[in-house]
């Protein structure tokens, strides 16, 4: 009678331990932003590549020197598991809305985010460009 009982439990210990999973099957979060691009010919073999957006953020600084305001628009996210980093100057806080909108909204087809980096008198500029496909 111990042995049957003995060999129940084992058999009952040996089903839950097996029940149970030993390894979790991990989903990718849904990015909150689809469908952007990215492109620069310094980068990638100057080929448009996914970019996996992190998160997009708006902001005004204030430059005492010029005495005026500047709007940027920054796009942290991931290129081939490198981040990258995408600051867009605007002219106005009308601009700053209008993408708001747009990225908020998703009725867009795809970004492009582009990135052009010169350099003069070894002083490196960089053009930037978004552009928005319906």
């Known amino acids: 009678m111990k042995k ?3 060999i129940v439990l084992i058999t009952l210990c040996s089903i839950t331990a097996n029940a ?7 989903k990718n979060a849904e990015s909150k932003y689809k469908n952007f691009v ?3 010919p310094q980068k990638y073999n100057n080929q448009t590549v996914d970019f996996k957006v992190d998160r997009i953020s708006f902001s005004s600084n204030y430059q005492g020197s010029k005495k ?11 290129v081939n598991n490198n981040k990258e980093q995408i600051v867009y ?3 106005n806080i009308d601009e700053i809305i209008y993408y708001k909108n747009i990225f908020n909204g998703s009725k867009y087809r795809k ?9 003069i008198a070894s002083k ?10 319906f």
């Open 4 to 6: 049957i009982v003995l």
């Open 111 to 119: 970004v492009l985010l582009f990135q052009h980096s010169y350099t």
């Open 38 to 40: 990215y492109r620069s």
């Open 124 to 133: 490196a500029y960089y053009d930037t460009s978004i552009s928005v496909e």
């Open 20 to 26: 149970q999973k030993k390894s979790l099957k991990l």
């Open 68 to 78: 005026k305001n500047i709007y940027q628009i920054a796009i942290y996210g991931r």
């Open 89 to 91: 100057n605007t002219n």
